[in-house]
């Protein structure tokens, strides 16, 4: 009879790849290895022989592409620095810190707000901007180990988000109407050139409320060098018409066909026509050409970026154009000279046009090298090959095609200055040249146009780096023209600077005066509209967000700061008579340990073994009373504690009153301490107490109070009801939860106060409990329906607070997400909600998850689109010789198509608009009530089973192994692919979706047979004993 304890065969055999304990050394020859690594490999081979073509092929290969599970690890390791180094590198000042820790907390409208706010190109400055050499140098994570955030990229995600909700910009809704606003805002505006520089310029405009402005651009297509000069795989057409889009929501409007010079505009025409300011934002359209490059042409194989650039352009990027153009068509060995940003541009596009080979060949070292790292090392991964030290000396052309270049080599000398030996010389077999050695102004028509405004010496208008004024003191000039900047960001910083010297001078021509401090207007959207009030118990609420009772409460100076951020209540320390005053120890308040090792902000726990305040009562109360003189539409709340005396409460209870608070909350229960005197929780564990405690409260005075309950009881319900039958107008749940947070390896505690080292239970806070405060909530909500509740416990995001909302709370107090970070993290809880109320309004939206849409397969955060899918036509691992073959699979298919045909348009227009009421706090509370009761409310019939995405895989193996070692031993692990597959026996449990690491690569389905569950023997059968 076989043991009930021995897995059976089939089992050992699924059970071949689980980890085992291994008593002794392996031993594998060193030729086997190197053969095993190349089948696990999954980075590139150096050997170039075996890469893929990457002809027609543009699609996203940006190193910063994020999916969202990446997005939200490395936001959480953002510090959210002091004064931030980061912001103070960026060229439009980017709360960049603010929009890091939104994208932590899930709320991607604020961190889209925030850096659309300074930035009105962020989705493009987050695909392009070279942020190795501006906020990320600036990173403190630069000094540790783990190395610098990737910023660009999470800005990339957090507005491609944003793209996906269809939202329109409009004016922040607390500046006047524009029908309020002077005649001055009615002046005419041109900017041309619809590039960044335009586009940032025209945003802020029309945000301070201006009516009349109108972008000029000669082409038929609006972005710039944004749309001509940047490929479609690092910077997608509609990215650019989205952004533009945005802008035109605030009434700018865009002609196209129309430039400077040769017949076009003229800034003393356009003045003449009445507009009564101009912006230049043209760029610089002409090449820098050397004279070694003279009388060549494109049909002899000569290419300038200019001309080359935006023919890729043209025939990549989907909605540019309609002139269905195809891809220039490259071949064997090219040169791209020149090493900036442009001419890795030309490099990596040439690739993709047909090149065999491209050298990148350059005047100076790599140390010299002005292109962003991030550029370089796309180049160098695609096999592109450097050769540095080397001016172009003569092309060698043959039946009038280019077939060779001849270069000199160059030495850079003891001063620093550079020189050219004639006497070493390099050939090199060309078939094509690219010529990438920057821009200049150039055309003689475009600069007569400009007229009066002067020029410097080096061919741009005079501007003063400041206001960006020309000579002419109607005129502005920013981006490529103004010669200040270098990059698209810094481009769309010219337009914002100038828009609001733009906007002094416009003023200054009507008499009206304009504050010295520039106060350009935020973005918003019609989310932004969004009421948050809510009533309780006759109180109105701005927010239902809140300061609890604790450290962030220490004085009323920080109460007053916490009331200036946003925060719509604060309660105080809580404070007790003079008689029972105390004095803290310290060390006190110390990081939690249920997370691991986690050093720094973003702890999931604390543990404080703080007291109450050590200021006395007649503090509190004064400065109660001046934070109601000062603050009318915020909510003060005090909290008292005193030990269980009738007098002592009603003295205490009516002196807040006497001082002007707004409510009451009785802590009766805190957990450290205050019990010990016969208070906090030595009166809130015992229901008779806390009857007694809110009845006397409830004799004394005619305010509001809360009775603040403990979890360190039994069943908290029946204190809240205890607390109801005394009178009390509603409950906080909850307090800290008592723990000993954990002993080093010498058994000593941590906090160890003392000479001894002597510790105490503390209180527990922060994301650890909270899943005992929702119980605690939903539970008193359900049996006490409509009895109001502030929550607290845990509360670090809107999405948490809508948890807590959704189970009964009416408003919320927070405390350790402040620890972990500072006031100010109101506003994103802010606008989180804003977001998530109005989205549930959206239709469109109805499959997003609160404000994450669903998920996209991807590997590496790049989306597998359904067509590349049934090319590659199996699933496939992202390793090895698994690899090559999706790799060359998709390589055939894209030889084949039609590039614009291929890639997919993202409009994101029209906007989408509410389908029905947006609900509001109060719809909100108690929404899951009816989903959470007893065990034997729950269907035993309805069961799920596990599905694997085998597309999103990453092979990790962390379902096969909890499956084995927790669970029910249903999911398969092949030994070659490492793809695992869910078997029948599998029972729903979801375990294996809790441990996978890729989001929603495995997902829970109905089961389509009937669950019998394995009872090892069957029912009515005795045990056999051996």
Same mark, same amino acid.
């Given at each position: 009879?076989?043991?009930?304890?021995?897995?059976?065969?089939?089992?050992?055999?699924?059970?071949?790849?689980?980890?085992?304990?291994?008593?002794?050394?392996?031993?594998?020859?060193?030729?086997?290895?190197?053969?095993?690594?190349?089948?696990?490999?999954?980075?590139?081979?150096?050997?170039?022989?075996?890469?893929?073509?990457?002809?027609?092929?543009?699609?996203?290969?940006?190193?910063?592409?994020?999916?969202?599970?990446?997005?939200?690890?490395?936001?959480?390791? /953002?510090?959210?620095?002091?004064?931030?180094?980061?912001?103070?590198?960026?060229?439009?000042?980017?709360?960049?810190?603010?929009?890091?820790?939104?994208?932590?907390?899930?709320?991607?409208?604020?961190?889209?707000?925030?850096?659309?706010?300074?930035?009105?190109?962020?989705?493009?400055?987050?695909?392009? $901007?070279?942020?190795?050499?501006?906020?990320?140098?600036?990173?403190?994570?630069?000094?540790?180990?783990?190395?610098?955030?990737?910023?660009?990229?999470?800005?990339?995600?957090?507005?491609?988000?944003?793209?996906?909700?269809?939202?329109?910009?409009?004016?922040?809704?607390?500046?006047?109407?524009?029908?309020?606003?002077?005649?001055?805002? %009615?002046?005419?505006?041109?900017?041309?050139? $619809?590039?960044?520089?335009?586009?940032?310029?025209?945003?802020?405009?029309?945000?301070?409320?201006?009516?009349?402005?109108?972008?000029?651009?000669?082409?038929?297509?609006?972005?710039?060098?944004?749309?001509?000069?940047?490929?479609?795989?690092?910077?997608?057409?509609?990215?650019?018409?989205?952004?533009?889009?945005?802008?035109?929501?605030?009434?700018?409007?865009?002609?196209?066909?129309?430039?400077?010079?040769?017949?076009?505009?003229?800034?003393?025409?356009?003045?003449?026509?009445?507009?009564?300011?101009?912006?230049?934002?043209?760029?610089?359209?002409?090449?820098?050409?050397?004279?070694?490059?003279?009388? !060549?042409?494109?049909?002899?194989?000569?290419?300038?970026?200019?001309?080359?650039?935006?023919?890729?352009?043209?025939?990549?990027?989907?909605?540019?154009?309609? /002139?269905?153009?195809?891809?220039?068509?490259?071949?064997?060995?090219?040169?791209?000279?020149?090493?900036?940003?442009?001419?890795?541009?030309?490099?990596?596009?040439? !690739?993709?046009?047909?090149?065999?080979?491209?050298?990148?060949?350059?005047?100076?070292?790599?140390?010299?090298?002005? &292109?962003?790292?991030?550029?370089?090392?796309?180049?160098?991964?695609?096999? /592109?090959?450097?050769?540095?030290?080397?001016?172009?000396?003569?092309?060698?052309?043959?039946?009038?095609?280019?077939?060779?270049?001849?270069?000199?080599?160059?030495?850079?000398?003891?001063?620093?200055?550079?020189?050219?030996?004639?006497?070493?010389?390099?050939?090199?077999?060309?078939?094509?040249?690219?010529?990438?050695?920057?821009?200049?102004?150039?055309?003689?028509?475009?600069?007569?146009?400009?007229?009066?405004?002067?020029?410097?010496?080096?061919?741009?208008?005079?501007?003063?780096?400041?206001?960006?004024?020309?000579?002419?003191?109607?005129?502005?000039?920013?981006?490529?023209?103004?010669?200040?900047?270098?990059?698209?960001?810094?481009?769309?910083?010219?337009?914002?600077?100038?828009?609001?010297?733009?906007?002094?001078?416009?003023?200054?021509?009507?008499?009206?005066f304009v504050p010295v401090e520039p106060r350009l207007p935020p973005?918003?959207?019609?989310?932004?509209?969004?009421?948050?009030?809510?009533?309780?118990?006759?109180?109105?609420?701005?927010?239902?967000?809140?300061?609890?009772? =604790?450290?962030?409460?220490?004085?009323?100076?920080?109460?007053?700061?916490?009331?200036?951020?946003?925060?719509?209540?604060?309660?105080?320390?809580?404070?007790?008579?003079?008689?029972?005053?105390?004095?803290?120890?310290?060390?006190?308040?110390?990081?939690?340990?249920?997370?691991?090792?986690?050093?720094?902000?973003?702890?999931?726990?604390?543990?404080?073994?703080?007291?109450?305040?050590?200021?006395?009562?007649a503090y509190w109360c004064q400065s109660i009373n001046e934070l109601?003189?000062?603050?009318?539409?915020?909510?003060?709340?005090?909290?008292?504690?005193?030990?269980?005396?009738?007098?002592?409460?009603?003295?205490?209870?009516?002196?807040?009153?006497? &001082?002007?608070?707004?409510? !009451?909350?009785?802590?009766?229960?805190?957990?450290h301490g205050m019990g010990e005197r016969g208070m906090g929780l030595? $009166?809130?564990?015992?229901?008779?107490?806390?009857?007694?405690? /809110?009845?006397?409260?409830?004799?004394?005075?005619?305010?509001?109070?809360? =009775?603040?309950?403990?979890?360190?009881?039994?069943?908290?319900?029946?204190?809240?009801?205890?607390?109801?039958?005394?009178? =009390?107008?509603?409950?906080?749940?909850?307090?800290?939860?008592?723990?000993?947070?954990?002993?080093?390896?010498?058994?000593?505690?941590?906090?160890?106060?003392?000479?001894?080292?002597?510790?105490?239970?503390?209180?527990?806070?922060?994301?650890?409990?909270?899943?005992?405060?929702?119980?605690?909530?939903?539970?008193?909500?359900?049996?006490?329906?409509?009895?109001?509740?502030?929550?607290?416990?845990?509360?670090?995001?809107?999405?948490?607070?809508?948890?807590?909302?959704?189970?009964?709370?009416?408003?919320?107090?927070?405390?350790?997400?402040? %620890?972990?970070?500072?006031?100010?993290?109101?506003?994103?809880?802010?606008?989180?909600?804003? =977001?998530?109320?109005?989205?549930?309004?959206?239709?469109?939206?109805?499959?997003?998850?609160?404000?994450?849409?669903?998920?996209?397969?991807?590997?590496?955060?790049?989306?597998?689109?359904?067509?590349?899918?049934?090319?590659?036509?199996?699933?496939?691992?992202?390793?090895?010789?698994?690899?090559?073959?999706?790799?060359?699979?998709?390589?055939?298919?894209?030889?084949?198509?039609?590039?614009?045909?291929?890639?997919? !348009?993202?409009?994101?227009?029209?906007?989408?608009?509410?389908?029905?009421?947006?609900?509001?706090?109060?719809?909100?509370?108690?929404?899951?009530?009816?989903?959470?009761?007893?065990?034997?409310?729950?269907?035993?019939?309805?069961?799920?089973?596990?599905?694997?995405?085998?597309?999103?895989?990453?092979?990790?193996?962390?379902?096969?192994?909890?499956?084995?070692?927790?669970?029910?031993?249903?999911?398969?692990?092949?030994?070659?692919? %490492?793809?695992?597959?869910?078997?029948?026996?599998?029972?729903?449990?979801?375990?294996?979706?809790?441990?996978?690491?890729?989001?929603?690569?495995?997902?829970?389905?109905?089961?389509?047979?009937?669950?019998?569950?394995?009872?090892?023997?069957?029912?009515?059968?005795?045990?056999?004993?051996?």
């Amino acid at each position: 009879m076989s043991k009930l304890s021995v897995e059976p065969p089939d089992i050992e055999g699924l059970l071949a790849l689980n980890p085992k304990v291994r008593n002794h050394a392996n031993l594998v020859s060193t030729v086997a290895t190197k053969k095993a690594r190349m089948h696990w490999k999954r980075n590139h081979d150096k050997d170039c022989s075996t890469c893929g073509s990457l002809e027609r092929n543009f699609d996203d290969i940006k190193h910063t592409t994020l999916s969202e599970r990446a997005a939200l690890r490395e936001a959480g390791r /953002c510090l959210k620095c002091a004064d931030a180094p980061c912001q103070k590198s960026c060229p439009t000042q980017l709360d960049i810190k603010s929009f890091i820790g939104s994208i932590a907390t899930k709320n991607y409208y604020g961190a889209s707000k925030a850096i659309f706010s300074d930035n009105p190109l962020g989705l493009t400055c987050g695909m392009v $901007c070279p942020t190795s050499d501006l906020c990320v140098g600036g990173c403190n994570l630069y000094a540790a180990e783990e190395g610098p955030i990737n910023i660009g990229g999470l800005q990339q995600f957090a507005t491609e988000t944003f793209k996906q909700m269809r939202l329109p910009q409009i004016r922040d809704p607390s500046l006047p109407p524009l029908d309020t606003l002077p005649e001055s805002y %009615h002046a005419k505006v041109a900017l041309i050139g $619809c590039g960044p520089a335009s586009i940032s310029c025209a945003t802020f405009l029309a945000r301070l409320g201006y009516q009349d402005l109108t972008i000029f651009e000669k082409y038929d297509y609006i972005g710039g060098l944004s749309s001509l000069e940047i490929p479609q795989f690092r910077l997608p057409y509609d990215v650019v018409a989205f952004e533009v889009e945005l802008m035109k929501d605030l009434g700018v409007k865009v002609e196209l066909g129309k430039g400077l010079g040769a017949g076009g505009l003229s800034v003393k025409g356009l003045l003449e026509d009445g507009y009564e300011a101009i912006f230049l934002g043209i760029g610089l359209p002409e090449p820098k050409i050397v004279p070694v490059f003279d009388g !060549l042409s494109v049909e002899q194989g000569f290419y300038t970026s200019k001309k080359f650039l935006p023919l890729v352009a043209q025939s990549s990027k989907p909605g540019m154009c309609a /002139c269905k153009s195809k891809l220039p068509k490259v071949y064997g060995n090219v040169i791209v000279l020149g090493v900036g940003d442009t001419a890795f541009d030309c490099a990596t596009s040439a !690739l993709r046009c047909g090149a065999r080979k491209v050298y990148i060949v350059f005047r100076k070292g790599f140390t010299n090298i002005r &292109a962003v790292p991030e550029e370089m090392e796309l180049a160098k991964e695609e096999k /592109c090959e450097f050769l540095p030290f080397l001016s172009p000396h003569k092309v060698v052309t043959k039946d009038g095609r280019i077939v060779a270049m001849e270069f000199c080599r160059t030495e850079q000398l003891d001063d620093g200055s550079w020189t050219i030996d004639d006497e070493q010389t390099v050939k090199l077999k060309a078939d094509f040249v690219i010529s990438a050695f920057g821009s200049q102004l150039g055309q003689s028509d475009v600069a007569k146009a400009m007229s009066p405004v002067r020029f410097t010496s080096w061919g741009v208008p005079e501007i003063h780096p400041e206001t960006m004024q020309t000579s002419e003191v109607a005129v502005f000039c920013g981006g490529d023209l103004g010669g200040y900047c270098n990059t698209t960001v810094e481009a769309v910083n010219d337009g914002k600077q100038a828009s609001w010297h733009m906007h002094k001078y416009l003023q200054s021509l009507h008499g009206l005066f304009v504050p010295v401090e520039p106060r350009l207007p935020p973005f918003c959207t019609p989310v932004d509209l969004v009421d948050l009030s809510v009533d309780m118990v006759g109180l109105h609420f701005d927010n239902p967000f809140g300061l609890a009772s =604790a450290t962030p409460t220490t004085s009323s100076a920080m109460m007053r700061r916490g009331f200036e951020a946003g925060w719509s209540f604060a309660l105080t320390k809580t404070f007790g008579l003079d008689k029972d005053m105390i004095t803290n120890v310290s060390p006190r308040i110390v990081r939690g340990t249920t997370v691991g090792h986690v050093f720094g902000p973003g702890q999931g726990a604390f543990l404080n073994i703080e007291l109450i305040s050590e200021k006395t009562a007649a503090y509190w109360c004064q400065s109660i009373n001046e934070l109601k003189r000062d603050f009318k539409n915020k909510i003060v709340i005090a909290s008292i504690m005193c030990a269980f005396s009738k007098e002592d409460w009603t003295e205490l209870a009516q002196m807040a009153e006497r &001082a002007g608070a707004d409510a !009451l909350e009785l802590n009766l229960s805190c957990p450290h301490g205050m019990g010990e005197r016969g208070m906090g929780l030595a $009166c809130g564990q015992d229901t008779e107490l806390v009857s007694n405690i /809110c009845r006397w409260v409830r004799q004394a005075v005619k305010i509001p109070f809360f =009775a603040k309950l403990t979890p360190n009881v039994t069943e908290i319900v029946d204190i809240a009801k205890a607390a109801k039958e005394g009178g =009390a107008d509603g409950v906080t749940a909850t307090n800290t939860v008592s723990g000993l947070m954990g002993l080093k390896g010498s058994s000593v505690a941590w906090p160890a106060v003392g000479k001894e080292q002597k510790t105490t239970y503390g209180g527990v806070s922060g994301n650890a409990i909270r899943p005992i405060a929702l119980r605690a909530v939903s539970a008193i909500a359900n049996s006490l329906p409509g009895f109001p509740i502030l929550a607290t416990g845990g509360i670090d995001s809107s999405e948490a607070a809508l948890q807590f909302l959704h189970a009964g709370a009416t408003v919320v107090q927070v405390c350790s997400a402040i %620890h972990n970070q500072d006031f100010t993290v109101v506003q994103d809880y802010l606008t989180g909600l804003q =977001a998530m109320l109005y989205l549930q309004a959206v239709d469109e939206l109805r499959d997003w998850d609160g404000q994450s849409p669903p998920t996209a397969k991807h590997q590496q955060g790049k989306v597998i689109t359904p067509k590349i899918k049934d090319v590659i036509g199996k699933s496939l691992p992202s390793f090895g010789p698994y690899l090559k073959e999706k790799e060359q699979r998709v390589a055939n298919y894209k030889k084949t198509i039609e590039v614009l045909e291929e890639q997919p !348009l993202d409009i994101s227009r029209p906007v989408y608009k509410p389908s029905k009421p947006i609900p509001s706090v109060k719809d909100m509370i108690g929404r899951a009530l009816p989903r959470v009761g007893a065990y034997n409310d729950l269907d035993n019939t309805d069961q799920v089973v596990a599905i694997i995405d085998e597309d999103m895989c990453i092979n990790c193996g962390k379902c096969y192994m909890t499956c084995n070692d927790s669970g029910y031993q249903a999911i398969t692990f092949d030994p070659l692919s %490492h793809l695992p597959h869910v078997t029948e026996d599998c029972t729903g449990c979801t375990l294996c979706v809790s441990v996978c690491p890729i989001i929603d690569c495995i997902k829970m389905v109905s089961r389509t047979t009937p669950y019998q569950p394995r009872r090892g023997l069957p029912l009515g059968v005795a045990p056999v004993y051996a």
